[in-house]
C-alpha cells in the first residue's frame, strides 16, 4: 500500500470536477494511492479522471492503489456486493485494492446521503450484525471484485469481536489521526494485531466548518510545537503533519486540490526525518481533540459520546 495517499472529501464542499481533477494532478505528481468512498458522491468524476489517466500510459491500473468504503445505509446482506459493484461502476474499474466498511454503524438517513442529518432510525453496533456485513465483505474477496477489505471508525471492543470470527482479517482500519489527535492506545492495539493503520483529517482538517467549535483547541497547523518545528526544516506547518504521520507508521491521506500542497505532502515522505527529540515533542501535544465526533450515529437520546466510541472498553447496545 503507497505510504500516503490523496483524500477526496473536500469538507470545505470543493466541487465534484474539482475533486476529479486533483486526482488527475496528483497522479501526474506521483502519487499512486486514491481513497475514496460512495458516500462522498463524486466516485462517478473520479471514475472519468482514472479512465482518462489510465488511457493515456501514464500509469496502468495495477500501479495504482484505489480504496473505497461501503455507506452506511448498506450493510444489509443483500445490499454489500451490489454496492461495490455500484462503487466499481462508477470508478470505471474491475477490482479495488481495498474496501473498507465507512463506520460500524447502519445508518439510515431521512434525505439520501445527507450526512450531517440525524437518522430517526441510526443503529447500534451490534456484533452479529456486522458480522453478516463482513461475511459479504469477504465474498468480495472471493469474487475477485477486491484484494483487500478493511475497516474505518472501529474502535478496540468492535476490533477485538471482529478478529475473533473474522474468516478474513481486516487488513487496515482507517481513523482520524492528526497530532492534536493521536489514538495511542487504539493505534497501539491496531499495530500489535498486524493491522496498518491509516489516519484520515491527517492535516487536522482546518477547513472543516466544525474545525474551530472545539472549546479548547486550536487548530494543529497552528499549534507553536509544530510551527517550531516546521520551520527550522523549512516546510509549511501542514506538510509537518504529513511527515509526523508517514514517520509514526500511519499512512496519511491529506485531501488537497491545490498541486502545490499536494507535492509539499509527497515530498515530505522524502526529506530528512524528524529527530527522537521532535517526534518526542510533537508526541506531547496530543489534545485528544477527535473532529469527526459521529453524533449523527447516536441511536438514543440519553447517549452520550463516550457510549458512541466504546471510550469504558465496553460497547453498548
Ligand atoms: N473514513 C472516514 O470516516 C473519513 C472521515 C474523514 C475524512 N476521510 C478521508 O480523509 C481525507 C482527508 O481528511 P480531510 O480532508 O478532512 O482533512 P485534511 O486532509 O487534514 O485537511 C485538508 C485541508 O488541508 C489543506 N492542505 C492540504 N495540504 C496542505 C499543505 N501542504 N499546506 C497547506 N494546506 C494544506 C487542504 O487545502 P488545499 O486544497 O488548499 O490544499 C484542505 O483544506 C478526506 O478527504 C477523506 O478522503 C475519511
Same mark, same amino acid.
Given at each position: ?96 485494492? @481495498? ?45 475477485? @471484485? ?15 469481536? @471482529? ?155
Amino acid at each position: 500500500m503507497p505510504a500516503i495517499g490523496l483524500g477526496t472529501f473536500g469538507s470545505d464542499h470543493v466541487s465534484n470536477d474539482s475533486v476529479a481533477q486533483a486526482v488527475k494532478q496528483a497522479i501526474d505528481i506521483g502519487y499512486r494511492h486514491i481513497d475514496c468512498a460512495s458516500v462522498y458522491g463524486n466516485e462517478a468524476e473520479i471514475g472519468d479522471a482514472l479512465a482518462e489517466v489510465i488511457a493515456s500510459g501514464k500509469v496502468s491500473r495495477e500501479e495504482l492503489w484505489i480504496t473505497s468504503k461501503l455507506w452506511n445505509d448498506k450493510h444489509a446482506e443483500e445490499d454489500v456486493i451490489p454496492s461495490c459493484q455500484k462503487t466499481l461502476s462508477d470508478l470505471k474499474l474491475d477490482y479495488l485494492d @481495498l474496501y473498507l466498511v465507512h463506520w460500524p454503524f447502519p445508518n439510515f438517513h431521512a434525505k439520501g446521503c445527507d450526512v450531517s442529518s440525524r437518522s430517526a432510525e441510526a443503529k447500534p453496533y451490534i456484533h452479529a450484525n456486522f458480522m453478516k456485513t463482513w461475511r459479504q465483505m469477504e465474498k468480495l474477496v472471493e469474487m475477485g @471484485l477486491v484484494k483487500a477489505i478493511g475497516t474505518s471508525n472501529m474502535t478496540e471492543p468492535k476490533l477485538k469481536l @471482529l478478529l475473533a470470527d473474522a474468516a478474513i482479517k481486516p487488513a487496515i482500519n482507517e481513523m482520524e489521526l492528526h497530532p492534536h489527535f493521536q489514538q495511542q492506545k487504539l493505534y497501539d492495539f491496531v499495530v500489535s494485531q498486524g493491522i496498518q493503520p491509516v489516519g484520515f483529517c491527517p492535516i487536522g482538517s482546518p477547513a472543516r466548518p466544525e474545525r474551530d467549535k472545539t472549546a479548547d483547541d486550536t487548530v494543529d497547523t497552528e499549534d507553536p510545537v509544530i510551527v517550531e518545528i516546521a520551520k527550522k526544516h523549512g516546510i509549511h506547518p501542514a506538510t509537518l503533519c504529513v511527515k509526523w504521520a508517514e514517520q509514526r507508521g500511519q499512512i496519511p491521506i491529506p485531501f488537497s486540490t491545490n498541486p502545490r500542497n499536494m507535492l509539499a505532502n509527497i515530498q515530505s515522505l522524502v526529506t530528512p526525518k524528524l529527530s527522537d527529540e521532535e517526534m518526542e515533542a510533537l508526541s506531547k501535544i496530543d489534545k485528544n481533540c477527535r473532529l469527526i465526533k459521529g453524533q449523527v450515529f447516536l441511536w438514543k437520546e440519553d447517549q452520550t459520546w463516550e457510549d458512541l466510541w466504546d471510550l469504558d472498553g465496553t460497547i453498548a447496545q
